[in-house]
Antibody
Framework: EVQLVESGGGLVQPGGSLRLSCAAS????????MHWVRQAPGKGLVWVSR????????SYADSVKGRFTISRDNAKNTVYLQMNSLRAEDAALYYC?????????????WGQGTLVTVSS | SYELTQPPSVSVSPGQTASITCSGA??????ASWYQQKPGQSPLVVIY???RRPSGIPERFSGSNSGNTATLTISGTQPMDEADYFC?????????FGGGTKLTVL
C-alpha cells in the first residue's frame, strides 16, 4: 500500500523555523518526484515546492522562494521541507504528495497533512 | 501569473448531473486534473489528463477540457459526492489550483 506520512508541524513564532518530514512507503521512492502542497484553514490548495528523484532539481512557489528548502533522503525514503523566516500567512496544513516519475502531472496519493501554526 | 477560476458553489439534486467548470487562459492546451476533498480528509484525484479516471473512481465522474475551460461532470450525483472540488494544471514549473467549488447535493 502506498503511504505518505507527514510530521514535524507545530506552533512557531513569526520569524521562526520548522522542518517538516514526509515518510514514504509502498512504492519506489527514489524514482518519484515529490511535492509539498499547503491548505490554510477553510481555504484552497496551494502548491509549495517539488524535488526530483535524486534531489538535484527543485522548484518553489514565489511566496516561499528564498525561505523554504525542499530536500530528500532516498536511503530513508523521506522528503523534507525546511521552513525559515515563517510568516503568519504560512500557517496551513502541509500535505506531502507525488506526481510519480513525471515532473508535472496529477498528484496521487496525498498524505494526511501536518499542521503548521505561526503565532506569537 | 496564471490563474484558474472556479465557481464557489454548485448545487444539484440527487440523481441529477452536476457540472463544475474551471477557467484559465488557453487551459485546453494544458493537462487538467480534478481533486475531491471531503471534510477532514486529504484530496483525492478523480480525473487526470483531462479525461482519465483513476481506478476505483466511479464511472459517473467524467472530464473534458477545451479552449479556456475544463469541466468536471458528475452524472447521477449521489449524496456521497458532496465535497469540495479543485481543478489543477501546470504553468511551466508551477502547479496551479483553482479556488475550489463546494458541491452541495440536496
Amino acid at each position: 500500500e502506498v503511504q505518505l506520512v507527514e510530521s514535524g508541524g507545530g506552533l512557531v513564532q513569526p520569524g521562526g523555523s520548522l522542518r517538516l518530514s514526509c515518510a514514504a512507503s509502498g512504492f519506489t521512492f527514489s524514482s518519484y518526484w515529490m511535492h509539498w502542497v499547503r491548505q490554510a484553514p477553510g481555504k484552497g490548495l496551494v502548491w509549495v515546492s517539488r524535488v526530483n528523484y535524486d534531489g538535484t532539481v527543485t522548484s518553489y512557489a514565489d511566496s516561499v522562494k528564498g525561505r523554504f528548502t525542499i530536500s530528500r533522503d532516498n536511503a530513508k525514503n523521506t522528503v523534507y521541507l525546511q521552513m525559515n523566516s515563517l510568516r503568519a500567512e504560512d500557517a496551513a496544513l502541509y500535505y506531502c504528495t507525488t506526481t510519480g516519475v513525471r515532473f508535472s502531472g496529477w498528484f496521487d496519493p496525498w498524505g494526511q497533512g501536518t499542521l503548521v501554526t505561526v503565532s506569537s | 501569473s496564471y490563474e484558474l477560476t472556479q465557481p464557489p458553489s454548485v448545487s444539484v439534486s440527487p440523481g441529477q448531473t452536476a457540472s463544475i467548470t474551471c477557467s484559465g487562459a488557453k487551459l485546453g492546451d494544458k493537462s487538467a486534473s480534478w481533486y475531491q476533498q471531503k471534510p477532514g480528509q486529504s484530496p483525492l484525484v478523480v480525473i487526470y489528463q483531462d479525461i482519465r479516471r483513476p481506478s476505483g473512481i466511479p464511472e459517473r465522474f467524467s472530464g473534458s477540457n477545451s479552449g479556456n475551460t475544463a469541466t468536471l461532470t458528475i452524472s447521477g450525483t449521489q449524496p456521497m459526492d458532496e465535497a469540495d472540488y479543485f481543478c489543477q494544471a501546470w504553468d511551466s514549473t508551477t502547479a496551479i489550483f483553482g479556488g475550489g467549488t463546494k458541491l452541495t447535493v440536496l
